[in-house]
């Protein structure tokens, strides 16, 4: 296996929750970490909690030139790119018959089309470190939540690209991966206006009993699952479950 010490580590929307974390984490390990989001006061916060090892970029990925920056900074940063972490994401809910057009593009625009323009322009650096990318998809594919059809349907498709991916830049001896995380309480649902800081954290906790380990999870638990998926020389293509045993499907019948 690699180590984390040393190496260059891009992850999107690192400004809050799993993303945040997993910066935090790698930083312990020894990495360089840059981050990027569009709100810069979350940015200026993360990037002053770790210090110089981490470089934060005030950023949006649907942007094309902000993706420019963005992959350039980090390879300033760390002296080349080890690791893209395509991490940023929206959620968007609502029945069948009241989706709205612009919405269902915007999230599909950033679950999905800007993390592959991501990757298309990091490929050029990854080749030189053999390095990694990581896409972030979802217990939505593992389990069926009625109004959640445009969320799921973006993570069905990180999904089904992790795949395409990693046949297609294995001769390149770029790795492509997917975690599927469970329930761990971050902000995702709060910023799409679903539910209040309280709420959310209720209808999380009351999913406990539904994983097989009785209980959500913790950003620090998907940073260890990305540690390895960077890690890990001979895994590509692979969708790692990391949610607890959400995804099983538990039944007391
Ligand atoms: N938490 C969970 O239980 C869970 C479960 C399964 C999968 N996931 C996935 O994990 C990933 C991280 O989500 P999270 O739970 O950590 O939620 P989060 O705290 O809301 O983090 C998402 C981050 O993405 C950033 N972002 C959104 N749109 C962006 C854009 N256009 N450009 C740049 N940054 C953008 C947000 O910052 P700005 O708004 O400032 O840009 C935010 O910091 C997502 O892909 C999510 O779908 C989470």
Known sequence: MKSLMGMSILITGGGSGLG?????HFI????RVTICGRRAEKIDSAQKKMGSACCGVVG????DGDRQRIIAAAVAHGGGLHALINNAGNMYRGSITELDQDRLLDVFNTNVVSGMLLTGLAVPHLIKTEGAVIFLGSIHTRRAFPGASPYAATKAAVQALTRVLAAELGEKKIRVNCILPG???TELNQRAGI??????MTRLQSMASLH??????TEEEIAEAMTYLICAEWTTGATLDVD????LGLTDS
Request: net charge negative.
């Open 20 to 24: 945040l974390g997993a910066a935090q």
């Open 28 to 31: 312990n390990a020894g990495s």
């Open 60 to 63: 949006d990925i649907t942007v």
């Open 183 to 185: 329930a761990v309480y």
């Open 195 to 200: 539910f209040d800081d309280d709420t959310a």
């Open 212 to 217: 097989a380990l009785g209980r959500i999870g």
């Open 244 to 247: 607890g045993g959400l995804g």
